[in-house]
């Protein structure tokens, strides 16, 4: 039982070019989502999805797409990355099944836009 | 607009020296407050969710409260390996999954 993982944990993209981030959960969780972690700021939702087929936007959504084929899988993909899309990216999943729930968070990954 | 609000933005203690932490939070109907704990490098750990005004939970050294306006996390005779960046974080009543977050605090217990 994996939990959350998010590959890469590290990348530098140059300004234009397009990535995806990938995240997988092995816990059967219907809630997805995605955030963004900057100095001095809360984390900030991007994208969320409730299950397989459906997504939503966040509240920082431009420049980034979502899909969810599947429930174990949640991509996020820049389409032209900007300086400003330095970030560190966490994947989180949920079910509102679990007592008392709460999100688990992926450990994370850390891009620089050049 | 949903916000929280941390206090104080960072906190030393020495080893041993009880404290609390302070989460105010204005939401349109509260569905769950959450606590969170990151350490450097890694994602957030979850901690407790409350739901209601006066639910208390407890884990170790830690408590967490709600009242209409805020919750606390009461840090009890802290050890070094409770440092760590504490987060909070509200969940609006309405359906959607986001969860509004603050800036944490960053918590550094001395030996």
């Keep these: ?114 | 607009e949903d916000q929280v609000t941390q206090s104080p933005e960072a906190l030393r203690l020495q080893e041993g020296e009880s404290s609390s932490l302070n989460c105010s939070y204005t939401v349109s109907g509260l569905r769950g407050l959450f606590w969170y704990r990151q350490d450097p490098g890694k994602g957030p750990e979850f901690l407790f969710t409350l739901y209601s005004a006066g639910e208390e939970k407890e884990k170790e050294r830690l408590k967490a409260t709600l009242t209409k306006k805020e919750s606390f996390l009461h840090i009890t005779a802290p050890k070094p390996e409770d440092s760590a960046t504490y987060l909070c974080a509200v969940q609006a009543k309405g359906g959607s999954e986001k969860l509004v977050f603050g800036k944490g605090t960053k918590l550094t217990v001395n030996p």
Excluded at chain 1, 50 to 75: C, H, K, L, M, W
Aim: glycine residues 12%.
């Design chain 1, 1 to 114: 039982n994996a939990g959350v993982t998010q590959t890469p944990k590290f990348q530098v993209l140059k300004t234009g070019q397009s990535m995806t981030l990938q995240c997988a959960q092995d816990m059967n969780h219907e809630y997805m989502s995605w955030y963004r972690q900057d100095p001095g700021m809360g984390l900030r939702l991007i994208h969320y999805s409730v299950g397989a087929g459906i997504t939503d936007q966040g509240e920082v959504p431009n420049g980034y797409n979502v899909s969810r084929s599947t429930t174990e899988d949640f991509p996020l993909r820049l389409l032209s990355a900007a300086p400003s899309q330095t970030s560190v990216y966490f994947c989180a999943s949920s079910s509102p099944l679990m007592g008392g729930y709460g999100y688990t968070f992926g450990s994370g990954t850390r891009l620089t836009v050049v």
